[in-house]
């Protein structure tokens, strides 16, 4: 069946994961903005999302269901009160859109948040993570990204003919993260190695992390979504990870097999050291999506980050 989608973020990690995923699905019909929004200017952004949304409601209109998925934000752990706020802002605008449109509202549609386990769960005591595990927020960050899902969760109520998944996210990685943040400590590495310079790790060598190629944690989120055009009401929260637990030196090693060169390691602290904690392991039980595929091995999925690296180091050498 036809459907209108638009990727909020279509430009990040996990969107632009999302839209390639999505050219792999028939009858999905891709939302392309007009221009790029403008994040931070919550003026200017209100008038766009006035335009885009109509457009959007139009195609929902003419595919008979559509699925928005929020995979924006510039936050980060060490975001500060005011940027948290604007992202939160910018939100709220596009759902008011959305509910005062007749058409989406006449339409079936699905809502998906994307937000971070890490976060959430950051502060949690337990051994093993699941959807049924209390959300233990140990940052202004993960509590923003819980207000976000609090706000989804009234759309829904508002319009029980729509669903809505809020898909928690265990450390992405993968091709294309942005240059502009120091996030994704794949990435970094990856970078690092290509321009033979030193790595700076603040917390131990035994953090124990669950990394998931973004690619991966796509196609595990459209087949949560498709499991949900059945659940008009419900809102389904879903752990999306790899399920396998990698210390921080485990992946340095598996670099130095990789690369085949040493990894020039320093190891400090600094001020966002202490919310780090030690160890996080995820496991879903929510059964929309599953059963999924086990999804690339970390070798292969840092292979290619490196490679992706590597070219793009020799294109902006020459």
């Given at each position: ?273 202490p919310l780090y904690v030690r160890c996080i392991r995820f496991r ?35």
């Amino acid at each position: 069946m036809r459907q209108a989608v638009w990727v909020v973020g279509a430009g990040g990690l996990l969107g632009s994961a999302l839209v390639r995923a999505l050219g792999r699905v028939d009858g999905a019909l891709l939302h392309a903005v007009e221009q790029r929004l403008a994040w931070g200017r919550n003026d200017l952004l209100a008038a766009q999302l006035d335009r885009e949304v109509q457009a959007f409601a139009r195609a929902a209109e003419r595919a008979g269901r559509w699925l928005l998925v929020w995979a924006a934000g510039v936050g980060s752990m060490s975001s500060d009160a005011a940027s948290l706020g604007l992202e939160a802002q910018a939100l709220d605008l596009l759902l008011e859109r959305l509910a005062a449109d007749l058409a989406l509202r006449a339409t079936p549609g699905c809502l998906v948040l994307a937000s971070s386990a890490g976060a959430i769960y950051g502060q949690s005591s337990e051994d093993v993570i699941s959807e049924s595990s209390a959300a233990a927020p140990g940052t202004a960050y993960a509590a923003h990204k819980l207000r976000l899902e609090a706000k989804v969760c009234l759309a829904i109520e508002a319009q029980p003919g729509w669903a809505a998944l809020l898909a928690r996210y265990s450390t992405l990685y993968g091709t294309g993260q942005s240059r502009d943040k120091a996030q994704g400590l794949i990435s970094q590495l990856a970078r690092r190695i290509v321009a033979n310079e030193v790595v700076h790790i603040y917390v131990p060598l035994d953090t124990i992390r669950d990394y998931i190629f973004a690619d991966d944690a796509a196609d595990r989120t459209l087949a949560a979504v498709h499991d949900l055009w059945d659940r008009a009401g419900e809102v389904v929260l879903k752990i999306i990870a790899a399920e396998q637990a990698v210390s921080i030196a485990q992946l340095v090693g598996v670099f130095r097999r990789v690369s085949r060169r040493p990894v020039r390691l320093v190891t400090s602290v600094n001020n966002l050291s202490p919310l780090y904690v030690r160890c996080i392991r995820f496991r879903s039980d929510e059964p929309a999506g599953q059963p999924h595929a086990s999804g690339r091995c970390l070798h292969i999925g840092i292979h290619q980050v490196l490679e992706a690296e590597r070219t793009a180091s020799f294109h902006r050498q020459h």
